[in-house]
């Protein structure tokens, strides 16, 4: 019953390092999200994943690189990291159609970047 | 582009008291859906409520209600009988539908703090 699981859960790089943050469902969801929350902003999309095979960008995509690895698993990575990109990361999922599919929230993991 | 717009910071609310935490947003869409996630300390997204834009009926989870006016665009929350359970962020969210393939624009989050 894990949901939606992101490894790790904090992380603390200097500028310039590269890094992989990774996201694995189990709920057999066709889409996946990866969110930054910052405060007083709320939390802004990075870049989704409709389905498997497919990635396109969200608000805040520079940056940042992803891959949906298959169906469970979706991936986001900082090639060069800035002291800007120091945030909460959420990776998000949902089976979108007709309907109210809400999204299932990982616990997060804690960016920083020195 | 969609946006919503959270115009409280904070809030606090006695315990067993009732509080309503508001939210505009803005969009040319007919059909909508809106959401409320309360974000404790752990860091969790948890899902309160949810609201189809083509229901007039307005949403309520057991001590959860919301106040949706479709022509105002607003969408605020309810809570009854406050318990300290309740201090948390509070995110409102919006999903087109249709297209957009489930993706959300939050608004910037309310903290609510809940008085013992």
């Known amino acids: 019953n894990a949901g939606v699981t992101q490894t790790p859960k904090f992380q603390v790089l200097k500028t310039g390092q590269s890094m992989t943050l990774q996201c694995a469902q189990d709920m057999n969801h066709n889409s996946m999200y990866w969110y930054r929350q910052d405060p007083g902003m709320g939390l802004r999309l990075i870049y989704y994943s409709a389905s498997e095979g497919t990635t396109d960008k969200g608000e805040v995509p520079n940056g940042y690189n992803v891959s949906r690895l298959n169906k469970r698993e979706f991936s986001l990575r900082l090639e060069s990291a800035a002291p800007s990109q120091t945030s909460v990361y959420f990776c998000a999922s949902s089976r979108p159609g007709t309907g109210i599919w809400p999204q299932h929230f990982g616990d997060g993991t804690r960016l920083s970047i020195l | 582009a969609q946006t919503v717009t959270q115009s409280q910071p904070e809030m606090s609310v006695q315990e067993a008291e009732t509080v309503t935490l508001s939210c505009t947003y803005d969009?040319?869409?007919?059909?909508?859906?809106l959401f409320w996630y309360k974000q404790p300390p752990s860091r969790q997204m948890i899902l309160v409520i949810r609201?189809?834009?083509?229901?007039?009926q307005n949403a309520t989870e057991n001590r959860f209600s919301v106040n949706f006016q479709k022509a105002a665009k607003s969408f605020s929350l309810k809570i009854s009988d406050s318990q300290l359970g309740d201090a948390a962020m509070y995110f409102c969210?919006?999903?087109?539908?249709?297209?957009?393939?489930?993706?959300?624009?939050f608004g910037q989050g309310t903290i609510l703090t809940v008085h013992p």
């Open positions: 969210a919006y999903y087109a539908g249709g297209t957009s393939y489930g993706k959300l624009t």
């Open positions: 969009t040319s869409e007919s059909d909508y859906y």
């Open positions: 609201q189809e834009a083509y229901k007039q």
